[in-house]
């Protein structure tokens, strides 16, 4: 299967297909899963001279992974007070400097591998639909004084100069953070895993595996591959394959719009080329593409996996909503994605039992997470560090069945009427 229709989509550098795997392979480790964990993965693995298979089911980065926001920068889903709460004081405080490190990484492969088309630009603002100041500042300064990790404060009138809008007030800018092409960045990291040796197969789905040996065999519809070590990559498209990661997580749909060209109406809008956020529960979040020309707008969660009817229409009334100056900017294409969420809302990553690994439920700052978590856990498959070990407070917790995507939709709505109360006494 092709890509589905993005900006993406439309701006890839390179679509060549990769081989489907036809026939028995052998491999010290077989990674199934080809987004940006799964990826990320076989090139760490790769560059540690192992012998790696990968196995994607429809293209590399065809799912979460290649449909996102393109925002990179540190943190989680969740709030360092609840990482503490599980992990302690140390271990959040560890897994911070993590989520940074996942943000460099990719920066740095970017510039390292020389990847055509990731285009990155530095800055990103996490902007106060309410008033709330105090609390941003606090936010900064913490980040300085455990991390030294500068970030800039921005009053209401700074952030108003930025974004013409009456809906936001103070803002925190990352000028570490940046927005880039994810799809050419996924794509790009696959080649140079492939360089270093790996061997990547698209169409090539996983079917049925026998874990339970020394060597593994995962099967497809036309090959196997017998390995020492499988690792288990799947986002919010994961099957049953291995029934124990699959009940521990939800897969959640997001939803983006691009906008057609329309250069002069966006600048009087959205005056500057950082990519913005918004603090709400599940908050929009945007970008200026093309050099100005267009708008790339996410947002809304739901635990459909049907993609609404009225999508872009859905996505144009938040936009237009936010910035009136905006009505009549037609959109172009939209699309959704599948994210996947643990209960807890962190990274499910470790190890299964003997030569059996996961890294999985990354929606929200999965571009960093997802990174950071196929490095640590390539570590621990070659035996050179157990910082995976840092992500065993959040386990495989069941995700509720059928009750669970209810008890989902159910919290994002109620949380939805607890944002619009809040701006509506500040409004």
Request: net charge positive; hydrophobic share 40%.
């Amino acid at each position: 299967m092709d890509y589905i229709d993005s900006y993406y989509r439309r701006s890839l550098r390179d679509p060549r297909p990769r081989p489907r795997l036809e026939g028995r392979v052998e491999a010290e480790v077989c990674v199934v899963g080809g987004g940006l964990a799964g990826v990320t993965a076989a090139y760490a693995l790769s560059r540690m001279g192992k012998d790696v298979v990968l196995l994607e089911g429809e293209r590399v980065g065809w799912g979460a992974s290649g449909r996102n926001g393109g925002f990179v920068s540190p943190g989680f889903a969740t709030g360092r007070g609840n990482i503490a709460r599980r992990a302690g004081k140390d271990g959040a405080a560890a897994l911070h400097r993590l989520s940074i490190e996942g943000m460099r990484f990719v920066r740095d492969r970017i510039d390292a591998l020389g990847i055509e088309g990731a285009d990155p630009v530095h800055g990103i603002l996490s902007a106060l639909r309410h008033d709330g100041g105090d609390s941003l500042k606090e936010d900064r300064d913490t980040l300085a004084r455990e991390f030294g990790y500068e970030v800039e404060f921005l009053p209401t009138g700074s952030v108003r100069e930025r974004l013409r809008s009456r809906c936001y007030f103070q803002a925190l800018r990352d000028p570490n953070a940046f927005h880039f092409h994810p799809l050419n960045y996924v794509r790009g990291l696959a080649r140079a895993a492939e360089g270093q040796g790996a061997r990547i197969f698209e169409g090539s789905r996983a079917v049925s595996a026998d874990l339970d040996g020394a060597v593994k065999v995962v099967r497809t519809d036309a090959g196997e591959v017998a390995a020492r070590d499988v690792l288990v990559c799947g986002g919010g498209y994961t099957d049953r394959l291995v029934p124990e990661l699959r009940q521990s997580m939800l897969p959640i749909a997001t939803y983006v719009l691009l906008t057609e060209r329309a250069p002069e109406r966006i600048a009087e809008a959205i005056r500057t080329t950082d990519a913005i956020g918004d603090n709400r529960r599940a908050g929009d979040y945007y970008r200026v593409v093309d050099g100005g020309e267009r708008i790339l707008w996410g947002g809304k969660i739901t635990t459909r996996t049907a993609e609404p009817r009225n999508l872009a229409e859905l996505l144009r009334q938040t936009m237009v909503s936010t910035y009136p100056q905006l009505d009549g900017v037609n959109v172009e294409v939209a699309w959704s994605g599948l994210m996947s969420y643990a209960r807890h809302l962190m990274p499910q990553i470790g190890r299964l039992r003997h030569g059996v690994w996961y890294a999985t439920a990354f929606g929200g700052h999965g571009m960093n997470t997802s990174t950071i978590g196929g490095l640590v856990i390539a570590e621990g498959i070659a035996g050179e560090s157990d910082r995976y070990r840092l992500f065993e407070p959040f386990g495989l917790d069941w995700n509720g069945g059928r009750f669970g995507h209810a008890a989902v939709q159910m919290t994002y709505w109620w949380l939805q009427a607890q944002d619009r109360w809040r701006e509506r006494r500040v409004a």
